[in-house]
């Protein structure tokens, strides 16, 4: 139903600006009044100490507590799927994890009232988790977010988070708990903007998943007052308050439209002229990839293996390996999956591989590097492929992440094709991409992470808020690697493939399609949309659409120009 100026409630919206613009992450056209998240609990400061008699009692209460919060949320992921339905089920750990609630009652045995532990137990835990930094430290907003909602339920008040409202609505917040971005509605919450979150922070995963048009990284949200009918557009990243009601419902109509032609679109991925490119799905364990299957995605173009081992503490063996990789090669029979060794360190630590203590985790012993801290671990990963390999009658590609030198590319390839595996590299660091043919002598396909090789060309950490302008995949530096990358496969006349967040923008799938890669992995939720988009161009126009792109100053010029060449 179209938004009309009566069905929505007018706040004063003086001193907000009239448009506000941040990082585009989930395309998509929204329209409503804006609505926020109910204010966290309080957290008081002073504490009574509780006696001796009454602090089994307390611990207990306490436990029971967590033990509450925990159901909610497991409750909540069994209603969900996919990735929502895993943040949910982690954060269910996380309220139940055993080192936490022991910390917490050893509080309380020692004198600490309930609320007083869960508090100071959680900056204990956050402050450790800060200084492991990577995905350690982005868990603090989770933890945090537990300790809140095991507040709320010690002091008998609701759990904080998003009320459902009442007409579609527009949610702006500084930055979500992946519990709260996991439970949306997208029939209720129909656009979500953040001033914090990146390109790929929980938050733009989810919306992803669910399909909410979704802009981060924004200045500016504080000014808008709950109520205020904006319109956000999840694809150039602008927020408008107040616009003319008949012009943004047309637009809601049209995007609608598109989201329409996205549904019938079945595959498989070419341009209007027939010009193919694989559309394929980045999956993280065989129920992903089942998932996947339910899309028009005709393969796997990223099974990201650490995925499955972040909550081990020791090296899991061959065969379990083997029947973890066996599931997906099962999920993709007789189609091609690329299989990704572990990428682990930096935001990804795993338990069983010691990383040393960094000072710049991101360009430290992450990725292939890793074999000097874990000698050994490559190797039986890539036995592990070859038996699921073997156990499938499948034959998939395997790539190594974080590859910067031509000999590292020949090592791991050789690794590889002595287990009648497919070997290839990932470019995610410019040298890769600087020597690409070189590389290319050595492997037979490459694939380009636009995430890190984004991270590592504009030196800006792709966690960062502040510098999601600078990760912003649309940037020409980032652009022009991509395309340096993509002549060298053209010359060799090898594949090359793009499996970061990049090749989930429909747009810019055209430009990357535009600039020679050969094949788009994106997030299962983002395939349709993809290969719709790229089924109305031509192959000519993608590649006028890359030069309108390669020579933009900037992310927001190259849209523009890009949009104005697409249409
Ligand atoms: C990338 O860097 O673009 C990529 C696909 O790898 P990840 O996001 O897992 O680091
Ligand atoms: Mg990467």
Not at 43 to 56: F, K, Y
Not at 236 to 241: V, Y
Not at 441 to 462: C, P, W
């Amino acid at each position: 139903m179209p938004l009309t100026d009566d069905s929505l409630h007018r706040p004063t919206t003086t001193g907000a600006p009239s448009e506000l613009r941040g990082t585009p992450v989930v395309p998509g056209v929204a329209y409503g009044p804006v609505i926020r998240p109910a204010p966290r609990p309080d957290l008081p400061t002073e504490h009574a100490t509780v006696p001796d008699t009454a602090r089994e009692a307390e611990a207990e209460r306490f436990v029971t507590a967590a033990g509450a919060v925990a159901k909610r949320l497991r409750d909540r992921a069994s209603a969900a799927s996919g990735a929502a339905s895993e943040v949910l089920l982690a954060n269910a750990g996380l309220a139940e994890d055993r080192g936490w609630i022991g910390a917490a009652t050893g509080r309380i045995r020692g004198g600490s009232d309930a609320v007083a532990a869960a508090i100071a137990t959680t900056e204990q835990f956050a402050t450790m988790f800060t200084r492991l930094g990577g995905l350690m430290a982005e868990r603090v907003t989770d933890l945090r977010d537990i300790r809140d909602r095991v507040v709320a339920e010690l002091s008998g008040h609701p759990e904080p988070g998003i009320e459902l409202p009442d007409v579609p609505s527009v949610l702006l917040a500084e930055d979500l708990a992946p519990a709260d971005t996991a439970g949306l509605d997208p029939t209720r919450i129909v656009g979500l903007a953040t001033t914090l979150g990146g390109p790929t922070s929980h938050t733009a995963i989810i919306a992803r998943q669910l399909g909410i048009p979704c802009v981060v990284a924004t200045t500016g949200l504080d000014a808008v007052p709950a109520g205020t009918p904006v319109l956000l557009d999840g694809s150039t990243g602008e927020i408008r308050t107040d616009p003319d009601p008949n012009a943004a419902n047309a637009a809601v109509a049209t995007d609608r439209q598109e989201r329409a032609r996205a549904a019938a679109w079945t595959g498989p991925g070419a341009t209007a002229d027939g010009h193919p490119i694989a559309i394929l799905a980045n999956v993280q364990d065989g129920a992903g990839a089942r998932a996947a299957r339910q899309t028009p995605a005709e393969g796997v173009g990223l099974f990201r293996t650490e995925l499955c081992f972040l909550d081990r503490d020791i090296e899991p063996s061959v065969a379990d390996q083997a029947g973890i990789y066996a599931e997906v090669l099962t999920a993709y029979a007789g189609r091609k999956v690329v299989v990704r060794t572990l990428d682990a360190g930096s935001d990804k630590p795993l338990r069983f591989v010691t990383h040393p203590d960094e000072h710049n985790p991101a360009l430290g012993v992450r990725g292939i590097r890793i074999g000097a801290t874990a000698p050994g671990i490559l190797g039986r990963q890539l036995d592990a492929v070859a038996e699921a390999a073997a156990r499938t009658g499948q034959s998939p590609w395997v790539m190594a992440p974080m590859i910067s030198t031509v000999a590292e590319a020949a090592d791991f390839a050789a690794q590889v094709r002595a287990r009648d595996l497919v070997p290839g590299v990932m470019v995610e660091v410019p040298a890769a991409a600087l020597l690409a043919d070189r590389i290319l002598e050595h492997v037979e396909f490459l694939s380009i992470g636009t995430n890190d090789l984004g991270q590592y060309t504009m030196a800006a950490d792709r966690m960062s808020p502040q510098l999601a302008t600078l990760t912003d995949p649309w940037q020409p530096a980032v652009l022009a690697l991509v395309a340096r990358t993509a002549d060298a496969g053209r010359a060799a006349g090898k594949p090359v493939g793009v499996c970061g967040e990049a090749a989930a923008d429909p747009l810019l799938a055209c430009v990357l399609t535009g600039l020679g890669v050969t094949s788009l992995s994106c997030a299962a939720a983002a395939v349709a949309a993809v290969g719709a988009r790229l089924a109305t161009v031509t192959l000519d126009r993608c590649r006028s659409a890359a030069d309108a792109a390669l020579a933009a100053s900037d992310p927001a010029a190259a849209r523009e120009a890009v949009a104005r060449v697409l249409g």
